[in-house]
């Protein structure tokens, strides 16, 4: 899957940059089990429940695998995909160019105050985000439910993809949990995904994307990896953020999508 050392790569245009989604497709794969039916579920929440020309808002989008699925089965749909990451950013851009004009991507920080001041003006029917708000601190995640909620109206809709951990309640579920982790990451590294580090390898090829490695290493040098939020925590900080109405739509051991309806 990727070509040998010293081969030359291409300027990272929109062909270049699909091909870096789907090896980013792939690479997540190996650490989330079954992840196209995150994705069907969230797909069917919005179907059933939001109108066909619905407008999403792609939380820290990465490379935009959220909002090409989306775009790609809802003809009438539009995004706006946020990430903080600059070389995930330049890769989205390019990558989900194919949908212009129904996509926009912003370089945007959930922790700073104020990010919402992206989106002023524009319709958000559903708030979507997959494997990404694990690296907020509590607090911060409360702040993002919470101005999340101030953006939907009434009846809109919030869908978070992510491992939401057993705790020590639950040791047998954790150690099980655990144990397919590894066991999947195994087998589809063995088939030739590429693991999150050589993924990012992989991208500095490209010397657009290289150029950006320092300022991503700056933006997140003082943002350590959060210790994982339960399944009850998300919930009760989706309650106290002003939601409605909150539950989950799937699971897969300890792998779910979290539901909260304004």
């Known amino acids: 899957m990727t070509p040998p050392a010293g081969t030359d790569v291409a300027a990272l245009d929109q062909s270049a940059a699909r091909r870096l ?9 190996a650490y989330v089990a079954h992840r196209d039916l995150r994705f069907d579920a969230m797909a069917d929440v919005l179907r059933l429940h939001c109108p066909d020309d619905l407008a999403i808002l792609d939380l820290a989008c990465g490379p935009g695998a959220i909002s090409d699925r989306i775009l790609a089965q809802f003809p009438r749909a539009t995004a706006v995909a946020v990430d903080y990451d600059p070389i995930l950013l330049k890769v989205a851009r390019c990558a ?3 949908y212009m004009p129904r996509v926009e991507v912003h370089d945007v920080d959930l922790v700073a105050d104020g990010w919402e001041q992206a989106l002023t003006g524009r319709r958000i029917d559903a708030v979507l985000t997959s494997t990404a ?4 601190a509590p607090e911060q995640l409360l702040r993002v439910y919470t ?3 101030r953006l939907l109206p009434a009846g809109g809709v919030l869908l978070n993809a992510d491992h939401l951990r057993y705790d020590e309640s ?12 590894a066991q999947v990451q195994q087998e589809t590294f063995a ?3 590429l693991t999150y580090s050589a993924w990012y390898a992989e ?3 490209h010397p657009e994307l290289a150029g950006l490695a320092a300022q991503r290493e700056r933006r997140f040098a003082d943002r350590p990896p959060q210790a994982p939020a ?7 900080a989706l309650r106290a953020a002003g939601f409605a109405e909150v539950g989950t739509v799937w699971q897969y051991l300890d792998d779910y999508v979290v539901f909260a309806r304004r």
Do not use: Y
């Open 230 to 236: 339960a399944l009850g925590f998300h919930l009760a």
């Open 21 to 29: 989604l789907e090896l980013w497709n792939d690479q997540q794969s």
């Open 170 to 181: 639950a040791p047998t579920l954790r150690d099980i949990a655990s144990r397919h982790d």
């Open 191 to 193: 088939a030739g995904a």
């Open 203 to 205: 991208a500095a090829r």
């Open 147 to 149: 101005t999340a909620a």
């Open 96 to 98: 989900l160019d194919r």
């Open 133 to 136: 708000l694990h690296w907020l």
